[in-house]
């Protein structure tokens, strides 16, 4: 049986947290794996990476998401909202441009992945994602999406048009967790709906490449 295709997408703000997570690159060597460092300028990876620069192209989501935070009146910013929907958003821009890929994680603390790699593939099974990492409070955590699956594409779909449309905020108590599930629920329904009305009620979702 052949290794799976897997991207991992690791998140960094500025160059400090760049160099940093750029480090914890340089120790995974899983098979078959394309690693990208998602960095807001110009970087120097020195061949442990690929970079994705974010702001590449101008992209209107970073404000938009902002713009739902702004309305929501949070207390705090950025909020954990906007930095999951900002990092899933760019998980999605670097699929858009992937050739087949059949697990992709995004990475916020990529420390030890290459040991924990063969247990968090026994625990996704033939789940559609599962999120893993840190859990205390104010860290956020890592995401495997399972590409194999169709229902764990379009639940991907659907979670960054819930981060994008401001519906993240009415998901209370947050996590990224708890987002997710919402959105399962959501592709359940539009499913059903479309078995009881035809193709033509099932909705479409937008991309951000």
Known sequence: MSEPRVLICAPATESAEAAAILDGLHTISLPNATKVLLTSGKFDAAQVAQTFNVESGYPAYPAQLETCSRWAEVDHWPDERFRD???????????????AVDLAVLLRDPVHLDETWPALLSELGDQSYRLF???ELGVSRSFLLNLQ?????????????????GRSYAV???SMEALFEVATDA?????????AQ???SYPTFPSFA
């Open 187 to 195: 592709l359940r329904l539009k499913d059903e709906l479309r078995l």
């Open 133 to 135: 990492g840190a859990t």
């Open 172 to 174: 209370s108590p947050y």
């Open 198 to 200: 035809g193709p033509e």
């Open 85 to 99: 929907g900002f990092d899933l958003i760019n998980l999605k821009r670097v699929l858009d441009k992937q050739d």
């Open 149 to 165: 699956s169709q229902a764990a594409r379009e639940i991907f779909e659907i979670a960054c048009e819930f981060y994008l449309s």
